[in-house]
């Protein structure tokens, strides 16, 4: 197994937890019906239209993505959950060193 980098690890657990509190505040599951969905996605587009002064309309695409996204997160084993984050945090703290390390792991595998 590689080593993982400390700062990049961090900032993982940072994303992850911040994650898995909004997960836990919005009452997402990994098994939320579409209806339901697409419910907290025009509850969440109002709030931020209202938040605005704008057309909610102008929020839903990212509302979709965003709450999409989460319910797909809390649908993953918590090792995954920050295995994800780490992958996706990495290139934020690597050294080049570490980059190129990573880099040319693809290619041997």
Do not use: H
């Not at 197994?1 to 994303?15: H, W």
């Not at 994650?19 to 025009?42: H, W």
């Not at 703290?93 to 693809?106: P, V």
């Amino acid at each position: 197994m590689i080593d993982k980098n400390p700062q990049a690890l961090a900032l993982a657990f940072k994303k992850c937890r911040g994650k898995l509190l909004k997960i836990a505040e919005l009452g997402i599951t990994p098994d939320m019906s579409d209806e339901a969905v697409d419910a907290m996605i025009e509850k969440l587009s109002e709030a931020k239209a209202d938040a605005a002064s704008s057309n909610m309309a102008e929020f839903v695409a990212g509302q979709r993505w965003y709450v999409e996204s989460l319910v797909k997160f809390s649908g993953l084993e918590t090792e995954a959950q920050l295995q994800a984050e780490y992958e996706d945090s990495f290139a934020e703290s690597a050294s080049e060193t570490e980059m190129l390390t990573a880099l040319q792991s693809l290619k041997a595998g």
